[in-house]
């Protein structure tokens, strides 16, 4: 009897649905913001909000996955693109408008999408709408990414690779992403410079440009060298600090050997913040040594929607090469090297093409 009982009550147990049945249609992970979000166990189709996460999706080679773009992709003129990941995917600019640059999503453009992301994510996630507010809103996943960079904040850079991988099941793309900027920031960091000078890094594109005396006291290529950077001895420069207008003065008392041009700066009209006439006609600085004796570089710019990582690297190998250097390479064929891994095409030509072919040369400055 006690055995029938036994068989009767496991019999009931196994035809009783389990409230702990798991859900394989759903997974959780965990963003940059320590939230745990439920997306769906398939994502086949993604949007990118905030500056660089596009370029992020790009890296990982998620292009096909990329349903609509903010207005940062529509508004570019193609011809003066600076962004290689944009220049090597231009159907991003034909894909359907989801919302403004910077993190200003609109959520009935977002509802309107045919197909429907599965998966939105967001960097720099205090800009624009909330991650939580735009989950709220659209009903979609919202994944926060925190964008980091190549030196002190690189394993936010490397986390925002693996919770994207992890996302759109392309982890073992992620990994390579990180081992690829390891390998090149360990090759930069061990090179032999044979010419030990304190160069100026002038022109610097920041959220647009802003003539001859905008720098960086932390430009990243030089770091990655271990170059001395001149900006650093401006007076009042805080630890840190990214961008800076460095007084001419400084600029004179210390007289720079060598200046390195970012390029994008020489396309402005002259006299509206254009470092090359202002190198021309500004007496103080056309006597500086480096103008003087013709020991002035372009570099390319690598500020535009944040920090293009790949054209960081490309513009400190070339800055490595005009310093002197024992590894024998050409600085245009490296820089497509790092694009074609990065987005997917050698682009160093095209981007050119948007300054008159004048990157990563030595600029005559009387001419």
Known sequence: MRQLLLLILLFIYACTPSNDTEDTSRRMVTDALGREVTIPAEVNHIICSGAGALRYATYLELQDMVVAVDNAEKSANPALETRPYSIATPHYRDLPLFGEFRGADNPELILSLDPAPDVIFKTYSDMGHSVQRLQEQTGIPVVALEYGDLMSDRESMYQAFRIMGEVAHSTERAGEVIDFFEQHRTAL???????????????????????????????????????????????????NTRHTLLSKETIAHEDPEIIFLDIASTRNPEGEGNALYEMQTDPLFRNLTAVQENQVYTVIPHNSYTTNHGSVLANAYYIAHVLGTDVEYDPAEKADEIYSFLVGKPVFEELNEGFDNRAFRRLHVSQ
């Open 189 to 239: 960091s061990n090179m032999d410079l044979s010419r030990e000078i304190t160069p100026f890094l002038a022109g610097l594109s920041s959220r647009g440009t802003h003539g001859f005396v905008s720098t960086s006291p932390v430009y990243t290529p030089f770091l990655l060298l271990g170059v001395d950077n001149m900006a650093q001895k401006g007076p009042g420069i805080m630890e």
